[in-house]
């Protein structure tokens, strides 16, 4: 019998979680994804009974499919099905044709120790495992991808740190710290170049958890690589703010040009409802996180944080960039049915990350998995922007995909958008020039004022 090879993708969801960008109204879908096989509950991998031509390839994805935190696996579920979907219309793996992708999910309860047990059990049957969003189960696994000579691949984004045990079996396809601070830098000029306005001086709130700690060293960084100058930096408890009117009070003494804030939906919510109740209107950049949350919309009431801007893995407005906006529309209809909840960020990792293995896997010599980690230190999918991934057709993923050696893909980037009447507008790319009549950036804003948004837009077009 030819020899069976697994590949699992583990997500370890925690709560705090890169945030889902604003959700889509779902449509009729066209056809739905081919729903994947279900990996039994012993932790084993369910595989169809292979052809005297073919190769077996089990990709298992293990998330949170019950719990308080269903809903993050059943959406990056969804991604990772939409893609599987994909691949198959596509052909499969043009380089190994008798190569058969199997992908299947698995619920691993949220608990890191339940991730490593089925590590340790499913290991033999293994090619690859994957673990995102939680640091410490990245970090707990990482000796056991040392001993079973497993490659960890991270589904979604985690804190830098975890990449940088030492750990050659370890990568990450989204973005993270380091590769972060030049595009958030970057940002940074073109709102100061769109608007006309130096900013000087810059206050930063984060909340302690490793996204937020890791604000300093990205958004901070870029600011202070232009010129400005940190007058405040106010660290929040995760988990503890219920009143934060003693840190926007000092943001109002501090009177910075520019406030840069990291925090989950809950901290989110509470930051923002206080800057309005103080009618703080200075402009706000946040490093995505709980500002992309549904739960945060829904928590500071219509048009409560209007004109905040953020980074973002997906915002809807990016299909129309893409060289095939109608195909791509399609694909998300698809996608959208496995969730009921719309295309968003979690659907985007999940896709994104299904595609950078399938890429890396057609392009090593066999399932081994050092010839895969060769694979992935020798792949490099150029950092072109022509917009692929976010339009669902590129088998690699955010821009391009290059990895360093701690397996940080260096050529991954973000988009930036401005939520504007409570839905994220996209406004920068990172080396694409947009031109100016054309962005939707609303500029000067009063992001806290009682208006309305159409208001608040035509003021601001007026005073242009």
């Known amino acids: 019998m030819k020899k069976l090879v697994a590949i699992l993708l583990i997500v370890v969801l925690a709560a705090v979680v890169f945030g889902c960008a604003q959700q889509q109204t779902p449509a009729t879908p066209t056809k739905a994804p081919a729903a994947p096989t279900k990996a039994p509950d012993n ?41 599987a979907a994909r691949f198959e219309d596509k052909g ?31 290991q033999a049957d293994t090619a690859v495992f994957g673990i995102s969003t939680s640091t410490m189960s990245v970090i707990a696994c990482q000796p056991l991808a040392i001993k079973y000579e497993k490659p960890i691949v991270c ?40 608007s006309g306005q130096k900013f000087n001086t810059f206050a930063m709130v984060y909340t302690s958890d490793d996204y937020g700690l890791a604000t300093p060293n990205t958004f901070g960084a870029g600011a202070i690589a232009l010129g400005a100058e940190c007058v405040l930096e106010e660290v929040i408890q995760y988990g503890q703010a219920t009143d934060l009117s003693g840190v926007v009070s000092k ?20 930051l923002s409802k206080t800057l309005k109740q ?93 010839d895969i980690v060769e694979s992935f230190h020798n792949i490099q999918i150029p950092y072109e922007h022509d917009f692929n991934w976010y339009t669902l057709f590129s088998e690699g993923c955010a821009f391009g995909e290059k990895f360093d050696r701690y397996g940080q893909n ?19 790319l990172p080396g694409v020039d947009l031109p100016k009549d054309k962005n939707p950036l609303i500029w000067p804003i009063q992001s806290w004022q009682n208006d309305s948004w159409a208001n608040v837009a035509a003021a601001a077009a007026a005073a242009q």
């Open 92 to 122: 499969g793996f043009a380089n190994h044709p008798n190569w058969k992708l199997n992908y299947s999910v698995v619920d691993h309860e949220l608990n890191a120790e339940v991730c490593m047990g089925l590590f340790e059990r499913m």
């Open 155 to 194: 589904v979604s984004i985690i804190a830098d740190r975890a990449l940088e045990q030492n750990n050659p079996w370890t990568f990450r396809v989204s973005p993270g710290d380091k590769d972060m601070i030049a595009t958030h830098g970057e940002f940074i000029a073109f709102l100061q170049d769109f």
């Open 278 to 370: 103080f009618e703080v209107t200075t402009p706000m950049v946040t490093a995505g996180s709980g500002f992309a949350d549904p739960s945060f919309f829904e928590s500071i009431g219509p048009n409560g944080a209007d004109g905040t801007t953020s980074c973002q893995v997906y915002i809807p407005d990016i299909i129309d960039y893409g060289p095939e906006p109608a195909l791509a529309a399609e694909w998300i209809k698809r996608t959208e049915e496995l969730t009921g909840q719309g295309w968003t960020e979690q659907c985007v990792h999940g896709w994104i990350v299904l595609g950078a293995i399938c890429e890396v896997l057609d392009n090593s010599t066999s399932l081994d998995g050092s």
């Open 43 to 83: 932790g084993g991998t369910q595989t169809p009974e292979p052809t005297e031509e073919q190769e077996i390839v089990n990709v298992v994805l293990l998330a949170p499919m019950s719990g308080p935190y269903a809903s993050y696996g059943v959406l990056i579920d969804a991604g990772m099905q939409g893609y």
């Open 410 to 428: 260096i050529y991954a980037a973000c988009m930036y958008g401005q939520i504007q009447d409570d839905t994220y507008r996209l406004v920068y």
């Open 251 to 270: 943001i109002r003494q501090a009177k910075p040009d520019l406030i840069i804030a990291s925090c989950t939906a809950v901290e989110a919510g509470i």
